[in-house]
């Protein structure tokens, strides 16, 4: 493992290296593509975090998204923030929720707190319809028009990446092994002295942070947004079903699942509107009735491969 | 003042009153067996003492301190270490991650330990093997040398032979009765009669809850309270 380090090393410079160089030779769609891409590789990588390796699948991580959206929006319109440290001020807004919400729901058994992630998305999308005079009600928020596709395609590629390096910080540590004995068996985990709240209460906490920017980057590189169109229960599942059919608990799973559904969503999508929520269901049912674990926990499994693939 | 004393401990599920007013007291550094028939509440007397199960009445003090009020992870840290009779290793970590989940300071001193503890139970070269897909009687022995990496002073251990077989469970009595030697405590709840008489020093039996007896193995096993129990009047 060691030997193949420094080439596994190479291998990520390089692919560092022709991301940052492709929007010189790429087309306007491609860099738009590629930014969406980056995000669906943060936000897979982020619900990874805390559901992949605790097992407490979070069923409303797009509260998350929306929280950053409309705290940056919020900033951006009403504080004239810079969109760059408005963002970043979503994932701290995004990381301020985590621990609200957490604090409560956490202490509920994984069922129980799936649905109580639903129903907290819920509840924020009509909180901010109802506050109006901050959020624009179900009118949404237009931001000032600037052009700044390409400085936000490097900050969400930068997001992407350190999501995935702090996953991988996280698999190869003791804490990252303590967070998935939560997953594993949590009453063998705290009857060995480990306080499972605090360590779920953790999780959650980086797994927010993630979505909160990206949310931040997407509204202010969408220049518009309303409650419908940040707190979609879509995007929660499609960030799942990404990190199911990559792999859970592994480095590059959410990275491998959400490039392919990605390129098959775009693909499909451009062609068949309607037909492509119906091919996106029978994957769903594909991975989970044939490869629960993903493609990665599959090869992790069979070829006893660390989970840092 | 006792190590650990349980006094008038109460449990009930339901209508059925699973440990029923249970007092006894541990000494540091022995040996203690735990045995009734099926159903007797041994299991739900450990998930008491180990804060897994919340006390209807009564209570639990170790080293003089209250701990039935605490949660499960912070009775851990105070000392008290337990395997479970179903066994809970985590599946999906190694054998030696199994280890070192519990562990803090530098990484390697902690790995070093683990792969001692996984020598003495023979398992050195599982190390890096999946604990899911160890053999049953292997996967008590990580859970076994896993309760050790936290230095337990306090260990309870709920039917360790079961499933091991006759070797391994000698060098396993040994360690235990080593632990003891260390100066650590150990409570175990055995259906093994061989092994209980073999290691412990003292016996509590329980039946429908309700402590009926107490003494020296010799002195229990011709008890006639502790035959009804077992065998029927």
């Known amino acids: 493992m ?4 420094p080439m596994v090393l190479v291998l990520i410079a390089v692919g560092l290296a022709a991301l940052a160089a492709y929007p010189t030779v790429g087309t306007g769609y491609g860099v738009r593509a590629m930014l969406q891409l980056f995000m669906w590789i943060a936000l897979a990588g982020s619900w990874n975090l805390v559901s992949g390796l605790t097992g407490y699948v979070s069923f409303g991580h797009v509260a ?29 807004a995004a990381a301020v929720l985590a621990l609200v919400i957490g604090y409560p729901c956490l202490r509920l058994k994984g069922p129980y707190f799936a649905i109580a992630m639903l129903g907290l998305n819920e509840v924020l999308r009509v909180l901010v319809s109802y506050f109006e005079g901050l959020t624009g009600g179900g009118l949404g928020l237009s931001l000032p028009t600037l052009q700044a596709t390409l400085p936000i395609y490097y900050v969400m590629g930068a997001t992407a990446a350190a999501v995935t390096l702090l996953t991988y910080l996280i698999l190869t540590s003791r804490f990252g092994l303590r967070l998935m004995t939560i997953r594993e068996d949590e009453i063998a985990a705290e009857a060995l ?3 499972t709240f605090r360590h779920k209460l953790s999780a959650l906490l980086l797994s927010a942070v993630g979505p909160g920017i990206v949310g931040g980057l997407a509204a202010r590189d969408q220049g518009y947004i309303e409650p419908i169109s940040v707190f979609p229960l879509a995007t929660t599942i499609t960030m799942i079903v990404m990190v199911l059919f990559g792999g859970k608990g592994t480095v590059w799973g959410p990275v491998l699942g959400a490039a392919v559904l990605f390129v098959f969503q775009e693909a499909v999508w451009a062609r068949f509107i309607y037909l492509h929520q119906l091919l996106f269901g029978a994957i769903i049912i594909a991975v989970v009735l044939l490869m629960p674990r993903g493609v990665l926990g599959l090869l992790q499994l069979k070829y006893r491969l660390p989970r840092t693939i | ?81 337990r395997t479970f009779q179903v066994i809970r290793v985590f599946p999906e970590l190694t054998a030696l991650e199994n280890l070192l989940v ?46 050790l990496m936290t230095d337990p002073a306090l260990i309870l251990l709920d039917e360790p032979a079961a499933g091991v077989n006759r070797t391994l469970l000698n060098d396993l009595l040994a360690a235990v009765a080593r632990l003891r030697d260390q100066g650590r ?27 009926i007896a107490e003494g020296p193995p010799g002195l229990i096993q011709a008890d006639e309270r502790v035959i009804e129990a077992y065998f029927g009047r």
């Open chain 2, 1 to 81: 003042m006792a190590f650990l004393a349980v006094e008038g401990v109460r449990k009930s599920f339901g209508g059925v009153a699973a440990v029923n007013g249970v007092s006894f007291a541990l000494e540091a550094g022995r040996i203690y067996g735990l045995i009734g028939p099926n159903g007797s509440g041994k299991t739900t007397l450990f998930n008491c003492i180990t804060g897994l199960e919340r006390l209807d009445a009564g209570r639990v003090t170790f080293k003089g301190e209250r701990i039935d009020r605490l949660r499960p992870y912070r009775i851990a840290n105070r000392g008290i270490g």
């Open chain 1, 64 to 92: 998350f998204f929306g929280i950053g959206s409309y705290a940056t929006a919020i900033l951006i319109t009403r504080a004239a923030w810079p969109w760059l440290p408005a963002s970043l001020a979503g994932g701290v």
């Open chain 2, 185 to 211: 405590t150990i409570l175990l709840v055995e259906h093994d009669m061989k092994v209980v008489m073999g290691l412990c020093e003292m016996v509590f039996v329980l039946d429908h809850g309700e402590k």
């Open chain 2, 102 to 147: 519990v562990t803090r300071g530098p990484r390697v001193d902690a790995e070093r330990r683990g792969r001692e503890l996984l020598e003495l139970v023979k398992l050195e070269r599982l190390a890096g093997e999946y604990a899911g897909n160890l053999s049953y009687g292997q996967q008590k022995l990580v859970e076994f040398v896993r309760v």
């Open chain 1, 193 to 195: 002295g480990i306080d």
């Open chain 1, 2 to 5: 060691s030997a193949r380090r």
